[in-house]
C-alpha cells in the first residue's frame, strides 16, 4: 500500500522506516518548501499544483504535521481516505475549540479566558492571577506564540509580541510534573493504550520522555485512558493521539493540550516498547490489528537539540539506541532522539545523565520520582 504523508519532516521519517517492512511505500506532500524526511517520495508543492499528482499515487492519506490548511485536508477527504480526520486538525489547530471540546467531555483544565486585546488581556490576568501564560488560539508550537505574563502590567508588550488577533490565557497549575498519555485507535473502535510518560521542557521545548513512570498509581493512568478514549470516540478518531496534561500535587490531571499525530513523547516506543507508535500508528490506518503497548523496561528519550554530540561516544553508552534526523545544526532545532533503556528507574537516570554529558548544551535531567 502506498501511503501519503501530509509533511515531510523526521516524524514522517520515521512512520516510513515503521512502515517498510510491513510492505508500505510512502510519498510525502510537502508544502513548506523545506522537507526533511530524506525517504520515500517528496513531492514539493508550494504552489498549490501537484495535488492531483499526489493524490494519483497513494492509497490512503495521512500526515505528520497538523498545522495544515483545513480546506486542503477537505479537499484531500473526497478523493482518498484520510487518518486522522479533518475534523481532528480543525479542532488541534484552534486552542479555543480544543478547550471546548474538552469542557463537553468533562476533561478538567487548567482555568481560561479568551482574549481579543490587550486590555482584555490584562483584565484576564487580574482575574486569573498572575502569573498567566497568554497563547495565541491558533498557530505557535514548541514554546512559539506564546507570553508568560508575571504582572497584569505586562499585557500591552506581551499582546504586541504574540501578535494575534485573538489569544487565550491559562491560569498556571501547581503541577509536580508534565505527563502525556499516547492511545491508538483502530477503523474498528479497538483502543490501546501506551504507559504515560513523564516529560521535562526546557524554553517549550521538550527535552526528556520518562516511561513508564515507577510512581504512577494505577487509578491515574486509568484517569487519562479515560480521558483520551473520550476524545478518540467524540471524533471517531483512527490512529495515534496524544494528550499532554499536568499533574497536580494531588494526583489529579489537567489536560494542557492534544496532538492528532505521532508525538514527541512517544519516540521511547521505538525501541522501549513491543510496538512503537509509528507502526501502531500505520496499522490502525489501514485497519490492522493493533500491536502490545506494554513497555519492554524502563525507556527515556532524549532529545537532542540544536548540536550533536559525538555518535561514537554516544553508541558506547550501555543499551542505547540513536536516532539522527539528518537535519544541520541549527539553534533551537531538532536534531535526533537517544532512547536509552535499563533493567531499572535508577541505572536508567545513570545512563540518561551520562549521555546527557556527551549533549552540548543539555540541560540537567530532572524527573518528579527522584
Not at 2 to 7: A, K, M, S, T
Not at 139 to 166: C, F, M
Not at 276 to 301: K, V, W, Y
Not at 307 to 321: N, T, W, Y
Request: aromatic share 6%; with cysteine; glycine share 6%.
Amino acid at each position: 500500500m502506498n501511503i501519503g504523508v501530509l509533511g515531510a519532516g523526521q516524524l514522517g521519517r520515521m512512520l516510513a522506516l515503521a512502515g517498510y517492512p510491513l510492505a508500505n511505500r510512502f510519498t510525502f506532500l510537502d508544502t513548506t518548501g523545506h522537507p526533511s524526511a530524506g525517504i520515500g517520495e517528496v513531492i514539493i508543492d508550494t504552489d498549490q499544483k501537484h495535488l492531483a499528482s499526489f493524490l494519483e499515487q497513494v492509497d490512503l492519506v495521512t500526515y505528520e504535521f497538523e498545522h495544515l490548511p483545513v480546506p486542503l485536508v477537505q479537499a484531500i477527504e473526497e478523493h482518498r481516505p484520510v487518518h486522522p480526520s479533518s475534523e481532528a486538525i480543525r479542532v488541534c489547530q484552534n486552542r479555543a475549540e480544543e478547550k471546548a471540546l474538552f469542557d463537553r467531555l468533562a476533561i478538567p483544565t487548567p482555568a481560561y479566558r479568551l482574549v481579543e486585546s490587550a486590555e482584555e488581556l490584562e483584565a484576564a490576568a487580574r482575574e486569573l492571577g498572575t502569573p498567566v501564560v497568554a497563547k495565541s488560539v491558533t498557530e505557535g508550537y514548541d514554546g512559539k506564540g506564546q507570553a508568560v505574563l508575571k504582572d497584569p502590567s505586562e499585557a500591552v508588550e506581551a499582546w504586541r509580541t504574540i501578535n494575534h488577533p485573538r489569544l487565550i490565557v491559562e491560569a498556571f497549575v501547581d503541577f509536580v510534573r508534565e505527563v502525556s498519555i499516547i492511545a491508538v485507535r483502530g477503523r474498528d473502535g479497538e483502543v490501546a493504550f501506551y504507559p504515560m510518560a513523564e516529560n521535562q521542557h526546557v524554553d517549550g521545548i521538550l527535552r526528556y520522555s520518562i516511561a513508564p513512570m515507577p510512581d504512577l498509581d494505577d487509578s491515574v493512568q486509568q484517569t487519562a485512558d479515560g480521558y483520551i478514549r473520550a476524545l478518540l470516540d467524540e471524533l471517531d478518531y483512527v490512529g495515534v493521539l496524544t494528550l499532554e496534561l499536568f499533574q497536580a500535587r494531588d494526583g489529579a490531571l489537567l489536560a494542557n493540550e492534544m496532538a492528532p499525530r505521532v508525538h514527541n513523547s512517544g519516540h521511547w516506543t521505538m525501541d522501549g516498547a513491543v510496538t512503537s507508535q509509528f507502526e501502531n500508528h500505520l496499522r490502525a490506518i489501514q485497519g490492522l490489528p493493533l500491536g502490545d503497548t506494554a513497555a519492554r523496561m524502563p525507556t527515556c528519550m532524549v532529545n537532542v537539540i540544536g548540536r550533536e554530540g559525538e555518535a561514537a561516544k554516544l553508541l558506547a553508552l550501555p543499551d542505547v539506541h540513536l536516532h539522527r534526523y539528518d537535519k544541520a545544526e541549527r539553534p533551537g532545532r531538532k536534531l535526533a532522539h537517544v532512547n536509552l533503556l535499563a533493567p531499572t528507574h535508577e541505572a536508567l537516570l545513570e545512563r540518561v545523565r551520562a549521555c546527557a554529558a556527551l549533549l552540548p548544551d543539555a540541560p540537567e535531567p530532572r524527573f518528579s520520582f527522584e
